[in-house]
C-alpha cells in the first residue's frame, strides 16, 4: 500500500524559510507526477507547485518566486523550498503523487506563518 509521508511543517515568522519533505513508500514504481497543495481554514484545497517525471514544473501565481519544488527521483521524494513566507501562506500543506494512475495523498503538515 502506497504511503505518502510529509515532515518539515512548523511556525515561522513572515520572511523566513521552511522547507517540506514528501516521502512515498509501499511501492517499486516511481511517481508520475508530484506535487504540494494546501487548504487554508475555510477555503478550498489548491495547487501550490507539481513536478513531472521529466522535472517539469508548474507554480501558483502566489507562490512564484518564493517556492521551489524539486525532487529525488531514487527516494521517491519530493521538496518544497519555501522562503518569503507570508501569513497568507498559513495553511495545511499535502503532498500528492500520481503513481501508475492513482493518485495518492499524504495526511498533511501545518504550516504557520505570523506576522
Known amino acids: 500500500q502506497v504511503q505518502l509521508v510529509e515532515s518539515g511543517g512548523g511556525l515561522v515568522q513572515a520572511g523566513g524559510s521552511l522547507r517540506l519533505s514528501c516521502a512515498a513508500s509501499g511501492t517499486i514504481f516511481s511517481a508520475n507526477v508530484m506535487g504540494w497543495y494546501r487548504q487554508a481554514p475555510g477555503k478550498q484545497r489548491e495547487l501550490v507547485a507539481i513536478i513531472s517525471s521529466g522535472d517539469n514544473t508548474n507554480y501558483a501565481d502566489s507562490v512564484k518566486g518564493r517556492f521551489t519544488i524539486s525532487r529525488d527521483r531514487s527516494y521517491n521524494t519530493a521538496y518544497l523550498q519555501m522562503n518569503s513566507l507570508k501569513p497568507e501562506d498559513t495553511a495545511v500543506y499535502y503532498c500528492?503523487?500520481?503513481?501508475?494512475?492513482?493518485?495518492?495523498w499524504g495526511q498533511g503538515t501545518q504550516v504557520t506563518v505570523s506576522s
Open positions: 500528492n503523487a500520481l503513481i501508475l494512475g492513482t493518485n495518492h
